[in-house]
C-alpha cells in the first residue's frame, strides 16, 4: 500500500519561506509524476505545482505551476530517497491551507498531471499558515 507523508508546514509570517517534504513507499518512485494540491476553507481543493517522472535522471515532461505560485514556490524531488518537497518563498496570506502531496494514478505518463481525478494517492496534508 502506498503512503505519502507530509512535513514542514507551520506559521510564518507573509514574505517568509517554509519548504514542505512528502516521504513515500514504493520501489518505482521515479516512474511517477507528483503533485502538490492546497485546500482552504470553504474553497475546493487546487493544484499548486507538480513534477514529472524521471528518465534516469531527466525529467520526462518537467514541472508545472499554478499561476498563483508561479516565480515562488519551486517543485522538486529526491528519487534516491522517495521523496518530493516543495520550496515556497514570498509567502502570502492567501497561500494559507492544507497541503497535501499526491502520487499519480499513472506511471510514465507523457504529460504532467494537474487534475485531481488524475491522482490516485495522498498523504494527510500538512497546513500553512501565513499571517499578514
Known amino acids: 500500500q502506498v503512503q505519502l507523508v507530509e512535513s514542514g508546514g507551520g506559521l510564518v509570517q507573509a514574505g517568509g519561506s517554509l519548504r514542505l517534504s512528502c516521504a513515500t513507499s514504493?520501489?518505482?518512485?521515479?516512474?511517477?509524476?507528483m503533485g502538490w494540491f492546497r485546500q482552504s476553507p470553504g474553497k475546493e481543493r487546487e493544484f499548486v505545482a507538480a513534477?514529472?517522472?524521471?528518465?534516469?535522471?531527466?525529467?520526462?515532461?518537467?514541472?508545472l505551476y499554478a499561476d498563483s505560485v508561479k516565480g515562488r514556490f519551486t517543485i522538486s524531488r529526491d528519487n534516491a530517497k522517495n521523496m518530493v518537497s516543495l520550496q515556497m518563498n514570498s509567502l502570502k496570506p492567501e497561500d494559507t491551507a492544507v497541503y497535501y502531496c499526491?502520487?499519480?494514478?499513472?506511471?510514465?505518463?507523457?504529460?504532467?498531471?494537474?487534475?485531481?481525478?488524475?491522482?490516485?494517492?495522498w498523504g494527510q496534508g500538512t497546513q500553512v499558515t501565513v499571517s499578514s
Open positions: 499526491a502520487k499519480d494514478q499513472l506511471a510514465r505518463r507523457r504529460v504532467v498531471p494537474f487534475r485531481t481525478q488524475e491522482y490516485a494517492y
Open positions: 514504493g520501489r518505482t518512485f521515479g516512474d511517477y509524476a
Open positions: 513534477i514529472s517522472w524521471t528518465l534516469g535522471s531527466t525529467l520526462y515532461a518537467g514541472t
